[in-house]
């Protein structure tokens, strides 16, 4: 064998070695731990059949994400507290479906997402911050937050309310927007449900609370 051929050999072993070595790095966590792939959660997810309303759509999945910072209150401007700044959610195999009626402003959504944290935490932050800023300047949102529990057995749930108000100069009126949260949580993935409204007149809650049983038994079983 000759030199130049040995040596191209083992610079060859060496890139395969580094290149197994890339493979088995990007299959683990940071702690060497193996991180399995997450799958498409569509197969948990409810259907536009199970809305209470008719014209439910799939959320593509470009705008999952945007989607998913609607459901848990999550925000990109500046929160205070600032500790009081929703999760966000990773939108990998995460289903999105909402629809808004033809018959009003009001809105509905349900949605199945991985979380790699309990859904105590939270619940846990919620209680913890009833009250709280969005955003700095002359347009600041204040979100009040009451929190309740579902009461479903064999699953973790929380339901949060939130009531968004803004006085956006020039806009002569108050804006009010309320939100009502269902949320079910059994090891890595979580289920929501939610009705927003415009106004202060609360609407049924039956509806959102029928569209929360179907999600949580197409998740869970």
Request: charged share 20%; glycine share 10%.
């Amino acid at each position: 064998m000759s030199r130049d051929r040995g040596r191209r050999m083992r610079r060859t072993g060496v890139i395969a070695v580094a290149a197994l070595a890339v493979t088995v790095v990007a299959a683990c966590g940071v702690d060497g731990r193996a991180v399995p792939a997450r799958e498409d959660l569509s197969p948990l997810a409810v259907t536009a059949d199970d809305f209470p309303v008719p014209g439910a759509t799939r959320v593509p999945q470009p705008a999952v994400g945007f989607a998913l910072g609607g459901l848990t209150g999550s925000d990109p401007a500046a929160v205070d507290p600032a500790d009081c700044t929703p999760p966000t959610l990773d939108p990998t195999g995460a289903v999105v479906l909402q629809v808004i009626p033809a018959g009003g402003p009001q809105s509905f959504t349900a949605a199945v997402a991985y979380s790699d944290d309990d859904l105590s935490s939270v619940d846990d932050q919620a209680r913890r911050c009833a009250r709280y800023t969005v955003g700095g300047g002359q347009m600041v949102v204040h979100v009040g937050t009451d929190v309740y529990d579902p009461g479903l057995s064999g699953v973790a749930t929380t339901e949060i309310v939130r009531e968004v108000t803004s006085d956006a100069p020039g806009a002569g009126a108050e804006t009010q927007v309320k939100s009502r949260t269902l949320i079910g949580q059994r090891g890595s993935v979580r289920v929501y449900a939610q009705q927003r409204w415009p106004g202060t007149e609360v609407p049924p809650a039956s509806d959102l609370d029928s569209l929360f049983t179907v999600a949580v038994t197409r998740a869970f079983g």
